[in-house]
């Protein structure tokens, strides 16, 4: 079979993701698995400011999400729907599940072992997913192995997770205004929207400006969670008791089964492990290791023993116990102030989250184009996409027009990343095993220690599933079907289409034959595999029997690593009769610039092209859908109704729209 990544004669340009991994560079990973003693380096390669100044910024973008949990996290252990009362042994019981659930999930899982899973920097679970090696990522008949189909199903409940999280945070923030006074109640709701139509409206303009006063705003918000929680525990120190786990436990021998669906409101206080390790590329491994040691992981443990203080003095502030924390007054609307720009910000981190994971997965051939803009000229990261803009800010405004309060839109919360931690988890282990060569003595127990929490978190969330939890499994049920249907139908498209034409090097010997005549100028035809004629110039061919002088077969490949070197993405093939393969190599956070590209490759390889007179063809499908095909009459109709949708090939490769021809097929899939 042809690599779609070579051209025929022409070697391999670089290694493969896993191999990648496995190497390091010369400072990743060992063959025991273990990262080398300089990973650190390696992994801040391409990240530019000494370590304070990127743990700084991480603050402001990373720990957005679990700096914000504060908020309502306890709120709903002791006044949720699924609570208990905020008696002594309770408090210090949650307060005891919640210190452990930081350092077990997410300073040991995510902190210590899971960001060691980088893929050239970047994490989140699609970068996870190209570190499996390609034998097992692609073992499947339909297109998507089991490996990837869990992976795809982990990145859907992460955009359910993505709805969510801004309309309970900004919601949450918003509820203070009740709690200074009820007259402001009404408000609430309102107030709630028009925060979040602007933060969706600004996101055209890119993070960018405002980056730089993320950070500075996370310090003082998380200054004021140390300084709230060192004022309520010097007046009841008994309550740094739950520091203990043996208050954990005995919470759930007090309260059997109940004590077990808690976790169902615990887990609120871990939901940004995930999207830690999702924002690790933007700024390296070693500056998260400090922000969260040096500033985060103290902020949050003392601000919820600060709150567990207050309930043991004060059991009747379980309402709100954040807001209680300060008296009513100008103080409470300063928190307000200070709370809607925290939520603010772990909003932003989610919503560039999601445009990452969109990109991606269109690169990797997941989801059908769409338009992509780049909003900084210096960060190619910084992207809008004004689908999954607009997407999410639907489906928050209709959460919080439809559960209005904080404590019933907490039900649908958790349900989602503690699936994709479990997955996470497990994709990990499979990486362990199979690429870094751990020995199953050793990554077997770690897989049991994660699997020990996720499992019984994700649990206690079913618990919540007529509550709301159905919202999240329902949005990523949508979009994993949607993914599986489009990869399966490209993969499908691509048979027929290899199946249906000839090799290049046949194509060239029997060009006389079938060509009547050469013009002057330059075709460029794209075809999605190298080695093989593209449909759209057997199309061509067939109907028109001319050809011009210079023809150029284009083949763009999305390589499962972020970005490939300068170096390596050009690789160029000259054959007979002035006929001319191209290959053009992408990572999956790249955009592919094809007149660029293709001008670099005429540049140095002296290919005789006049960029005045070139032509651009493109093949267009018409999918049919009936009866007869392979992928049946239903699911054609949806990856038919996806592929008229797509965005245009000319916009996504930047072609200049007037030199572009498409040429149209019918298929039956």
């Known amino acids: 079979m042809n690599d779609p990544r070579r051209l025929p004669g022409v070697p391999a340009a670089a290694p493969s993701p896993a191999e990648r991994q ?17 990973a650190d380096a390696a992994q ?38 699924h609570g208990v009362a905020p008696t002594p042994g309770n408090v210090l019981g949650l307060l005891s599940l919640i210190f452990w659930s930081l350092i077990l999930v997410v300073t040991v899982k995510y902190v210590t072992f899971i960001t060691r899973a980088d893929n ?48 309970i945070s900004v919601l949450s923030a918003m509820e203070g205004l009740a709690v200074a006074t009820t007259a402001l109640r009404p408000a609430v709701v309102p107030l709630t929207c028009a925060i979040l139509v602007g933060l969706f409206s600004v996101q055209r303009w890119g993070t960018a400006r405002v980056g730089k006063v993320f950070g500075p705003i996370m310090v003082l918000w998380f200054t004021a969670l140390a300084a709230l929680g060192v ?3 010097a007046r009841n120190p008994a309550v740094l008791a739950a520091l203990s786990p ?22 609120l206080v871990i939901t940004g492990g995930e999207a830690l390790y999702a924002d690790m590329g933007h700024f390296g491994r070693r500056p998260i290791r400090l922000a969260w040691y040096g500033l985060a992981l103290p902020a949050l443990a003392l601000n919820y023993f600060g709150q567990g203080a207050l309930l043991l003095q004060t059991p009747e502030a379980a309402e709100s116990p954040f807001f209680a924390m300060v008296p009513k007054g100008p103080l409470t609307y300063a928190l307000v102030a200070l709370s809607a720009m925290a939520t603010v910000i772990a909003s932003q981190a989610l919503i560039s989250g999601a445009y990452s994971l969109t990109h991606q997965a269109i690169q990797l051939g997941y989801l059908p184009r769409t338009r992509v803009l780049h909003t900084s000229s210096q960060a190619e990261g910084q992207i809008y996409i004004p689908v999954t803009n607009w997407a999410l800010a639907a489906g928050c405004l209709a959460l919080v027009l439809v559960f209005q309060h904080s404590s019933r839109l907490a039900a649908a919360y958790g349900i989602a990343v503690t699936g994709t931690m479990g997955i996470t988890s497990v994709i990990y282990f499979v990486v362990m095993r199979s690429t870094w060569g751990v020995p199953l ?13 996720d499992l019984p978190f994700f649990g206690a969330n079913l618990v919540k599933f007529l509550d709301g939890g159905y919202v999240p499994i329902v949005i990523a049920a949508v979009l994993f079907t949607l993914m599986v249907i489009w990869k399966r139908g490209r993969v499908i498209l691509a048979e027929r289409f290899a199946r249906a034409v000839p090799s290049v090097e046949a194509f060239v010997r029997g060009l006389d034959a079938s060509c009547r005549a050469r013009v002057p100028g330059t075709a460029v035809f794209l075809s999605s595999r190298a080695g093989k004629t593209p449909n759209v110039l057997a199309h061509h061919l067939k109907h028109n029997k001319v050809l011009h002088e210079t023809v150029v077969l284009l083949t763009v490949v999305t390589e499962h690593v972020p970005r490939v070197p300068d170096r390596d993405r050009l690789q160029l093939a000259s054959l007979d009769k002035g006929v001319h393969q191209l290959l053009i190599r992408s990572g999956f956070m790249q955009s592919t610039n094809v007149p660029a590209l293709l001008r670099r490759a005429a540049a140095k390889h002296e290919l005789p092209i ?14 049919l859908a009936t009866d007869e095909g392979r992928m049946g009459k239903v699911t054609e109709t949806i990856f038919a109704l996806m592929a008229r949708n797509a965005g245009s090939a000319p916009s996504y490769f930047n072609l200049p729209p007037e030199r572009v021809v498409e040429l149209g097929v019918q298929v039956d899939l």
Do not use: M, Q
């Open 231 to 233: 004022a309520f525990i």
């Open 610 to 623: 006049d960029f005045a007179d070139v032509t651009y063809y493109l093949g267009r499908e018409t999918i």
């Open 44 to 81: 801040a390669h391409g990240h530019r400011g000494s370590a304070a100044a990127l743990a700084l910024a991480a603050l402001g973008v990373v720990f957005g999400d679990i700096g914000t949990s504060p908020l309502y996290a306890l709120k709903e252990c002791v006044g949720g729907e």
């Open 22 to 38: 496995a190497a390091h560079e010369g400072g990743g990973t060992t063959p025991g698995g273990a990262p080398g003693p300089d």
């Open 246 to 267: 043996v208050h954990a436990a005995r919470f759930f021998a007090d309260h059997g089964l109940r004590g077990v669906a808690i976790l169902g409101s615990v887990v």
């Open 120 to 167: 050239d920097g970047e994490g989140g679970i699609l970068a996870l997913l190209a570190l499996v090696p390609e034998r097992l990522r692609n073992r499947g008949t339909k297109g998507v192995g089991w490996i990837a189909g869990l992976v795809l199903l982990g990145a859907a409940l992460l955009y359910g997770d993505g709805v969510i999280t801004p309309a």
């Open 441 to 453: 003595a050793k990554a077997l127990p770690l897989l049991l220690l994660f699997l020990a929490f």
